[in-house]
Nanobody, 123 residues
Framework: QVELVESGGGLVQAGGSLRLSCAASARTFSGAIMGWFRQAPGKEREFVAAITWSGGSTYYADSVKGRFTISRDNTKNTVYLQMNRLKPEDTAVYYC????????????????WGQGTQVTVSS
């Protein structure tokens, strides 16, 4: 079972910043590629960013490149998403999960999700 707890979301004005955190169980986190995904109202969940275990490789959706940065602390079993220059279209519930890399994008490696964290960007 995947154990994930996301936090750090909130309401922010366009152009602002937020830092999301995702704490995972050691069993989920150890050795895994970790990714962030998001789901906006009425839309399917989509890939946002992913990072390999070593942190040496990162992957981003085109829509967030240059604005978002994914990182991880393997001593804390935690993955982060620093979101800068936020836009109203970034409004969504953000989730983390283990990921697989297909080409240059991530797909969820598990069907078990945490509760997510809501990010709302006002214009």
């Amino acid at each position: 079972q995947v154990e994930l707890v996301e936090s750090g979301g909130g309401l922010v004005q366009a152009g602002g910043s937020l830092r999301l955190s995702c704490a995972a169980s050691a069993r989920t986190f150890s050795g895994a590629i970790m990714g962030w995904f998001r789901q906006a109202p009425g839309k399917e969940r989509e890939f946002v960013a992913a990072i390999t275990w070593s942190g040496g490789s990162t992957y981003y959706a085109d829509s967030v490149k240059g604005r978002f940065t994914i990182s991880r602390d393997n001593t804390k079993n935690t993955v982060y998403l620093q979101m800068n220059r936020l836009k109203p279209e970034d409004t969504a519930v953000y989730y983390c999960n283990r990921a697989l890399i297909i080409g240059v994008e991530g797909v969820p490696a598990s069907g078990a999700w945490g509760q997510g964290t809501q990010v709302t960007v006002s214009s």
